[in-house]
């Protein structure tokens, strides 16, 4: 059985176990990051010596890196699924949005995450806090102005891609005190998601 390793409101976690389940691929989880520790003891880093979550064991095949997991999930489990069509064009378009969620959106993102939901109220920099929203706000008005007429991401059907951005904006969307932008298409596109079993295991819980 495959293994992953990492705890389950890790976003990175969420988007593995969110593509496992729409693969209906069974999996063994194993707690670690944070206060479970592990990713930092030799047998973690003998298999991620980024000492990060989550890694994947499947057999004796080892891999870090999130959408390079959930690529490969979709490549060796789920090739009549529809996730990670193979149509280059198509494709290409897929991995943008993954690849954008790593360059551009989640280092912004992160800082409104971290600033509400890991730091007590005592100590948030409000201002500083809401200065990153307003980062964030921009970059998701763009994926609205995309999502326009849109059901999904990218094609006809759920892919990866609506997987990865789903997954962070939960973190927006799904986020108390902040101000954000009108939004419709991406809200509309947001609460599609909600709808899926999935999501709703692994994604709408509350945040911590």
């Known amino acids: 059985m495959i293994k992953i390793w990492g705890r389950v409101n890790s976003v990175n976690v969420q988007k593995v176990l969110w593509c496992c389940d729409e693969l ?100 948030r920099d409000m201002a500083a806090i809401q200065k990153s929203a307003d980062e964030a706000g921009r970059l998701w008005q763009m994926v609205d102005l995309h999502l326009q007429g849109r059901e999904f991401l990218e094609g006809q059907a759920f892919t990866l891609a609506d997987i990865v951005l789903g997954a962070y904006c939960r973190r927006f ?21 909600k709808r899926r079993p999935a999501f709703q295991r692994h994604i709408a819980p509350a945040l911590t």
């Open 24 to 123: 209906s691929l069974p999996y063994d989880r194993i707690d670690a990051g944070l206060q479970f520790g592990r990713n930092n003891e030799p047998e973690y880093l003998g298999m991620n010596p980024n000492g990060k979550v989550p890694t994947l064991e499947d057999g004796d095949f080892v891999l870090w890196e999130s959408n390079s997991i959930i690529r490969y999930l979709a490549m060796q489990y789920g090739a009549q699924s529809g996730l990670y069509p193979e149509a280059p064009r198509l494709r290409a378009s897929i991995d943008r949005w993954m690849d954008w969620v790593l360059s551009t959106l989640q280092p912004v993102e992160r800082n409104v995450f971290w600033g509400m939901v890991r730091t007590p109220p005592e100590k």
């Open 173 to 193: 969307i799904g986020l108390d005190g902040i101000r954000r932008p009108d939004t419709p298409h991406l809200q509309a596109w947001y609460d599609g998601l």
